[in-house]
């Protein structure tokens, strides 16, 4: 049973547009996101995060929005760029439940920014 | 710098050879782990250990072992390597702090099992 779910495996965004990328999860007691971005052949790399006391937090041309009620948050992109290629996965941790800095992720969205 | 280093990087190795998979932060981070990562599966934790001998099973740990003898070293044991693990293996750390839980990443190991 998968607690945290990108339902999008992929998703292709013209260069200068918003990218979206969607990230549901099924436990209530996560209290904690991360987004992480993977090239090819790379570790993943952290890119933003947000506590469950904020609905939105913003880093440069990354936004994350969360939406406890429906267990849903979003990475915004904007302006996506052709360097934003590459797989992001969405993760989320309990961090004061038993399993404190247990990350669960979800499988991943590869995006492609086309020129 | 922050780092975690995982070795080898590259590994073909034959059914039933026992190998490991060393990995080594430098962060003085009390919590790390393991994944690996498969086409269409995403990240999938093997194992995780929260501090110096104290570790435990991820969501696949079957085939493998880990230890945690020393805070900055948590090797990923394969007693007897089979081909469904072959994948892309990262270690990972992080601090229990109260700043979040921001993991740290090695490059990965790939690991072909034939």
């Known amino acids: 049973d998968q607690q945290v779910k990108q339902n999008s495996p992929s998703l292709s965004v013209q260069e200068g547009r918003i990218s979206i990328l969607n990230c549901d999860y099924t436990n209530s007691m996560f209290d904690y996101f991360l987004w992480y971005k993977k090239y090819p052949a790379e570790g993943p790399t952290f890119l933003i995060s947000i506590s469950s006391i904020k609905d939105k937090n913003e880093d440069g041309r990354f936004t994350v929005f969360l939406n406890k009620s429906a267990k849903h948050l979003s990475l915004h992109i904007v302006p996506s760029q052709p360097g934003d290629s590459a797989v992001y996965f969405c993760?989320?941790?309990?961090?004061?439940?038993?399993?404190?800095?247990?990350?669960?992720f979800g499988k991943g969205t590869k995006l492609s920014v086309k020129p | 710098e922050a780092q975690v280093t995982q070795n080898p990087r590259y590994l073909i190795t034959v059914t039933g050879k026992k190998l490991t998979v060393t990995c080594s932060q430098n962060m003085n981070h009390e919590y790390m782990s393991w994944y690996r990562q498969d086409p269409g599966l995403g990240l999938r934790q093997i194992y995780y250990s929260m501090n110096v001998e104290v570790t435990d099973k991820g969501d696949v740990p079957e085939g493998y072992k880990v230890s945690r003898k020393e805070k900055r070293n948590f090797p990923l044991i394969l007693e007897s390597p089979s081909p469904n693990q072959t994948s892309l293996y990262f270690c990972a750390s992080l601090s229990l702090g109260t700043g979040g839980n921001t993991i740290y990443f090695g490059e990965g190991s790939w690991l072909t099992v034939v």
């Open positions: 993760a989320a941790s309990a961090r004061y439940g038993g399993s404190q800095g247990n990350l669960i």
